[in-house]
């Protein structure tokens, strides 16, 4: 992107890392544009207003040698400033460069943003099936304990000498059986 831009350096900050970028992200989302130096030189110089807060903002630029910054939006919220310095050669930067840039950074910000959401996702699933996991081998361990303890046999064989009673108990191991499997391999 600085090439594109023609500038020396670029880089994107995460918002909230200290405070001297929260007050720059502050001072955005209220005037949702990006902010040039230029124009903040020419703003404390010839109005009376917001001076204080127009000179911390500049010094911050200046501090992060930016001579334009840029807010990264997500759900209408600055996520990231994306701080690049003077261009070469003296150039200015025009709003056609600055918008199209912005709505890039803004549809990548989108796009990262998801992968993390995807990423976070994954990692509880994962976490949730390795729980789930343990407690399901150990169930499917102890009824088979009882199915080999209590029966012992296949099925035709305990037809002829099983009571109703039995029968039906070895019918529902046989079924939690089945279903803790089931529930094994879904997970």
């Known amino acids: 992107v600085k090439d594109i831009l023609n500038s020396n350096t670029g880089q994107i900050i995460k918002v909230g890392i200290n405070s001297s970028q929260s007050e720059l992200a502050n001072y955005l989302e209220a005037h949702n544009e ?3 130096k230029d124009e903040l030189d020419y703003f404390i110089e010839y109005h009376s207003s917001d001076i204080e807060k127009l000179t911390k903002i500049r010094n911050s630029m200046a501090e992060n040698d930016s001579a334009l910054v840029l807010p990264i939006f997500n759900n209408n919220v600055i996520t990231h400033l994306f701080m690049v ?9 025009s709003q056609e460069e600055i918008s199209a840039l912005q709505l890039v950074l803004e549809q990548s910000n989108k796009f990262i943003y998801a992968e993390d959401e995807i990423r976070k996702s994954q990692l509880l699933a994962g ?6 996991k343990n407690p399901l081998s150990k169930i499917q361990y102890h009824f088979e304990r009882i199915d080999a303890d209590l029966f012992d046999l296949d099925t ?3 037809v002829p000498y099983a009571s109703s009673e039995m ?3 070895y019918q529902n191991i ?3 059986k089945s279903a803790v499997q089931l529930g094994s391999k879904f997970i």
């Open 34 to 36: 990006a902010i040039l």
């Open 85 to 93: 310095s003077k261009k070469n050669e003296g150039g200015i930067f």
């Open 127 to 132: 976490s949730i099936a390795h729980e789930m």
């Open 156 to 158: 035709s064989s305990l």
């Open 167 to 169: 029968k039906t108990l």
């Open 174 to 176: 046989c079924e939690v």
